[in-house]
């Protein structure tokens, strides 16, 4: 019986030892750098005096491969921020509410978005908006949606400003205002309808602000003409 309780003593003894040490090898296998010095395998961040995770990925000889998962301090096991780095450099990058709904998803160059990007509805999974990004800047057509998937706005962007024809739909899908802008200000012909498509409005822009002559419309009729700038008095 004695010589039982001793090795009984002896196994416990050991196997505290073994399953104690364990989590030290265990951590040993994260957040290490390769010969040359940069990260290599599983990293690992928690935000200060917490056990909660700030990100987790891993590198290969200082370069973040396969997806990387970024946490804000209530998140728990929840990430607000994933990237999926492809073999050019390039990632897929997807941003979450805390409760895990996608808000947006795009590619990323380094910092700069690249390509299409896409937004959604708060409540729903119904695309928002949808715009596209050449080196860091909006670049093209930026179209964004009712959550019945109707067009609300369309407006073309240039190297980051607003460039061209911008419309403005109601949720019936009637056009309500058609404008132009030129380097990211109003400028040339501007008309504005109401819910039936009838013209109301009338105008010109010039440099962002009313220019020449503006026509008012009810019933298909002139009821106000405003020339601007007007004279001071």
Not at 46 to 53: E, P, T, V
Not at 92 to 107: D, R, W
Request: glycine fraction near 10%; aromatic fraction near 18%.
């Amino acid at each position: 019986m004695v010589n039982d309780f001793k090795m009984k003593l002896v196994f416990c003894f050991f196997f505290g030892i073994f399953f104690g040490i364990y989590p030290a090898f265990a951590q040993s296998d994260i957040n290490q750098y390769d010969e040359n010095g940069k990260r290599h395998g599983v990293w690992k961040k928690y935000f200060s005096n917490s056990q909660q995770l700030r990100y987790e990925g891993e590198f290969d000889h200082g370069k973040e491969v396969g997806t990387f998962k970024y946490y804000c301090e209530e998140c728990k096991d929840v990430p607000t921020i994933t990237r999926e780095f492809k073999k050019d450099n390039t990632a897929l990058v997807k941003y979450f509410t805390k409760k895990g709904k996608l808000v947006s998803e795009g590619m990323m160059d380094g910092k700069d978005r690249i390509g299409e990007w896409i937004y959604y509805h708060e409540k729903s999974e119904a695309v928002m908006t949808k715009e596209s990004y050449v080196n860091g800047k909006l670049h093209g057509k930026k179209i964004t949606y009712y959550p019945n998937g109707k067009v609300t706005e369309e407006i073309n962007y240039e190297n980051g400003v607003m460039q061209g024809e911008n419309l403005y739909y109601s949720y019936d899908g009637v056009l309500l205002k058609k404008l132009k802008y030129e380097n990211d200000q109003l400028q040339g012909e501007a008309t504005y309808y109401d819910a039936h498509g009838n013209v109301v409005i009338e105008g010109f822009y010039k440099d962002g602000k009313k220019h020449g002559l503006w026509k008012y419309y009810k019933d298909g009729k002139i009821i106000l003409e405003e020339t601007y700038p007007k004279p001071q008095d």
